[in-house]
């Protein structure tokens, strides 16, 4: 049972780590003084949340797994689009 019970709270804080690195993408705006601070966030976010990720995936169930590889693939998109906007 622990087993269970840690494979599950690893998915759900993976889950939450990309939710909250979501949130902070839609949160930015472009055009403010506090970008830099923003983009900073969302940095740190989204490491978080590859870490989170990547330590779910260990013992990740095959739907945990297909959901957390899209989890990284949205937070790839979202690297790409915020180093694209800063070239």
Do not use: C, W
């Amino acid at each position: 049972m622990p087993y269970n019970k840690n494979k599950q709270q690893a998915f759900q804080a993976a889950q939450q780590g990309a939710t909250e690195a979501f949130d902070s993408y839609e949160a930015i705006v472009k055009d403010s003084a506090d970008y830099g601070h923003q983009l900073k966030h969302l940095t740190n976010e989204v490491n978080e949340a590859y870490q989170q990720i990547n330590n779910a995936l260990e013992t990740a169930s095959e739907t945990q797994r297909d959901r957390l590889e899209q989890y990284q693939r949205d937070l790839q998109q979202i690297v790409q689009d915020v180093n694209g906007s800063t070239e």
